[in-house]
Nanobody
Framework: QVQLVESGGGLVQAGGSLRLSCAAS??????YGWFRQAPGKEREFVAA????????YYVDSVKGRFTISRDNAKNPVYLQMNSLKPEDTAVYYC????????????????WGQGTQVTVSS
């Protein structure tokens, strides 16, 4: 049974940092991604990483501030978020896809329950 469990969300002031973790179990996937959904908005792609960790992709709004990584020795996928802005406030979801480095949420097969990130101004 595949499970994705996120952790690490919380409340932080603008300019601060948070690190999200996603523990994946059950099988390995070609791509792991992070998405976010703010109130009243659609779920949007944030970042993705290949299973090997050798390839990454980011939405323009987080480039230079967020870093996605994974540790091949352990299974977590991380999202290091620096220089956070109030507009980064959302529920963040970890997801897994059998396809390589996809940005569309429709390409992801499994999802975690989400973790809330709130950035105060």
């Amino acid at each position: 049974q595949v499970q994705l469990v996120e952790s690490g969300g919380g409340l932080v002031q603008a300019g601060g940092s948070l690190r999200l973790s996603c523990a994946a179990s059950g099988r390995t996937f070609s791509t792991y991604g992070w998405f976010r959904q703010a109130p009243g908005k659609e779920r949007e792609f944030v970042a993705a990483i290949s299973w090997s960790g050798g390839s990454t992709y980011y939405v323009d709004s987080v480039k230079g501030r967020f870093t996605i990584s994974r540790d091949n020795a352990k299974n977590p996928v991380y999202l290091q978020m620096n220089s956070l802005k109030p507009e980064d406030t959302a529920v963040y979801y970890c997801a897994a896809s059998r396809l390589p480095l996809m940005t569309s949420r429709h390409a992801y097969d499994y999802w975690g329950q989400g973790t809330q990130v709130t950035v105060s101004s």
